[in-house]
């Protein structure tokens, strides 16, 4: 899969492929605008890339304080609402060729 499919399949497709890792499975309900789903898989993922997830979630929700403290466990930059695409698309590069 590449990060193309999972925005595609995300944006048509009714529901997740069958298979998912649990970070993937998280930035495809966020693409499907599952915030809540998206948010309650993130909380599991206790990596930084799941920090980082769980920052691009309260981006989009607009909790730019809440995002801050993610991206700091994360240990990446913080990042703007203005960025909220661009960042899924980096999150989905470093775990999708």
Do not use: C
């Not at 925005?7 to 495809?28: F, I, M, Q, R, V």
């Amino acid at each position: 899969m590449t990060v193309e499919d999972l925005l595609k399949s995300a944006t048509t497709d009714n529901s997740p492929p069958d298979g998912l890792a649990p970070e993937l499975l998280a930035l495809w309900h966020t693409k499907a605008e599952n915030w809540e789903t998206a948010h309650e898989i993130a909380q599991e993922i206790h990596t930084s890339t799941g920090s980082w997830i769980h920052a691009l979630l309260h981006l989009i929700e607009g909790d730019t304080g809440n995002a801050g403290y993610w991206f700091r466990q994360a240990g990446k930059p913080r990042r703007s609402t203005t960025e909220i695409d661009a960042l899924w698309t980096e999150i989905s590069s470093t775990l999708l060729p």
